[in-house]
């Protein structure tokens, strides 16, 4: 039995993972979504100093207050960094990280530093001025570049997430995370989100067989990954499924990728 830890990504909330949670539960696992602060049913309780240290913390009394030993921790999209982070602080109570269609971040890095585009950054910071000034207000649907990949949500999950959803902090996507003098990482795992052209296994090993030293460890042998023929939320689109991968990567399955020929060995962090 394992008992994961979910953490939901931008403008939506611990809701998001309803159909997951059931079927995880059903299998004779726990499972317990986190509503970070300011999001989902405690969208009242956002202020300006609404941050990535109040998304952290958030996470890390989760992980203070469960009755298991450890958990295996999954972040989706945004909630990679929060969750990273509280896995630092908290050694020893994840055993897994599980990178949902999500980069893993650096130390000093923000979500905003992980956009390339100057003018998609520039974007998101005018949205928040013609706001209030402190937070993104919630996007079309219509806006996948906001939103990501919609694909394969169905039309009552489409209207949920319209409803549920609510304005996002600009602060937790402009603060750095500190990683720097926590406790070492977990093994993690990547599941990508393949449809409509989006990350690949294949893209992946072609981007550490350049030699970069940031991609490195990406090679260590306890990274493993998963594909899902889906969009951005595969816990409203194929929640079944996502079950089945997230099971299987507790149990340290998946695909791990090999040093390219001219690569440096893994990096350990």
Same mark, same amino acid.
């Given at each position: ?6 953490v ?21 696992? $726990?499972a317990? =979504? ?6 989902? @049913? ?5 202020? +300006?100093?609404? #941050? /990535? ?9 989760t ?55 100057? $003018?998609?950054? =520039? ?6 001025? @013609? ?5 993104? +207000?919630?996007? #079309? /649907?219509?806006?996948?570049l ?38 070492t990482?977990?093994?993690?795992t ?38 899902? #023929? ?36 893994p990096?350990?962090?």
């Amino acid at each position: 039995m394992t008992h994961f830890v979910l953490v939901h990504g931008g403008y939506t909330g611990g809701w998001i993972w309803q159909d997951t949670v059931r079927i995880l539960r059903g299998q004779g696992h $726990e499972a317990t =979504a986190v509503t970070l602060t300011g999001l989902g @049913d405690r969208r009242h309780l956002a202020t +300006p100093t609404t #941050d /990535l240290e109040t998304h952290t913390e958030d996470v890390a009394q989760t992980l203070d207050h469960l009755d298991s030993p450890e958990c295996v921790l999954v972040g989706h999209s945004y909630g990679v960094h929060p969750a990273l982070c509280a896995a630092r602080r908290r050694p020893g109570r994840v055993s897994r990280l599980i990178c949902l269609d999500a980069p893993i971040p650096e130390d000093g890095e923000s979500v905003l530093d992980q956009i390339p585009d100057g $003018e998609w950054r =520039a974007r998101i910071q005018r949205r928040a001025a @013609d706001h209030d000034g402190w937070r993104l +207000p919630v996007p #079309d /649907l219509s806006d996948t570049l906001l939103w990501g990949s919609l694909a394969g949500v169905g039309h009552d999950a489409l209207k949920r997430l319209e409803q549920l959803a609510a304005p996002q902090p600009l602060a937790t996507l402009t603060q750095p995370a500190h990683l720097t003098g926590e406790g070492t990482r977990p093994p993690v795992t990547g599941i990508l989100c393949t449809r409509e052209g989006r990350a690949s296994i294949a893209a992946i090993e072609e981007i550490v067989a350049t030699g970069h030293p940031r991609f490195q460890q990406l090679t260590d042998p306890g990274v493993t990954f998963f594909e899902l #023929d889906t969009g951005h939320y595969p816990m409203l689109s194929v929640p079944d499924r996502l079950a089945e991968v997230l099971v299987g990567a507790a149990n340290g399955e998946g695909h791990r990728i090999a040093p390219g020929p001219e690569t440096p060995g893994p990096a350990h962090t």
